[in-house]
């Protein structure tokens, strides 16, 4: 289990990383992405949006198509500041709460404070890593990937699937209920599997693997 402290350094800390991505994209703004019907410029409308509407204490009260509609038409630079502004009073205001605060619902239905903040981990992690793909860059790993992977599994716990054991591969062992078959596979490629991104027939796996899948 990841700690308060870490999953509020390690939001706060992708964010830094995300805005740095974005300021980065010097071409190829436009470029399609593995996001139905999202552009480059889409993804990073999404992210940013995420964190300000979080900041302001709004979110849940858009989609991400309409915030990555409401912001598409920034260039990289104002992007980047934006998510800055915001990401400094994400920092502020998290760096307050407490462990009764931590656990108590979030405005976003089913979603309690804690798991709201590492589901923006998660969510700037796997969209960075979007726009990598979308631009030919390697991926990045590290403290992210580990985020993506407990947020993973957490949501396929919650929608029942499994048993299994995932053994995945720059990770380690993750079970997911009791017994149940072993699923060997890169970290990543897990995550991407999971969140939509990759055929789970690649792994042996059905559709329902999805965290997205009803």
């Known amino acids: 289990m990841l700690t ?29 992405t593995r996001c139905t019907k999202w552009r480059v410029r889409d993804v990073a409308a999404h992210v940013v949006g995420n964190a300000v509407d979080t900041a302001a204490g709004t979110i849940g009260t858009r989609t991400p198509d309409e915030q990555a509609v409401a912001l598409a038409h920034h260039e990289p630079a104002e992007l980047a500041a934006m998510l800055r502004e915001a990401n400094a009073k994400l920092r502020a205001a998290l760096s307050t709460l407490d462990d009764q605060r931590w656990a108590k619902p979030s405005g976003v239905p089913g979603r309690t404070v804690g798991n709201g903040v590492l589901t923006l981990w998660y969510d700037a992690y796997v969209h960075g890593d979007d726009i990598r793909a979308a631009l030919g860059r390697e991926p990045e790993r590290g403290s992210g990937l580990t985020a993506a992977v407990h947020w993973v599994a957490e949501s396929l716990r919650q929608k029942g699937w499994g048993p299994a054991r995932l053994e995945l591969r720059g990770f380690g062992p993750v079970d997911i209920g009791s017994g149940g078959d072993t699923v060997e596979a890169d970290a990543l490629e897990f995550v991407l599997t999971a969140s939509g991104r990759r055929d789970p027939a690649a792994l042996g796996l059905g559709g329902d693997v999805n965290v997205y899948s009803r």
């Open 4 to 32: 308060r402290r870490q999953v509020v350094e390690g939001a706060t800390g992708q964010y830094d990383r995300f805005a740095e991505l974005v300021e980065s994209v010097t071409d190829g703004w436009d470029t399609p």
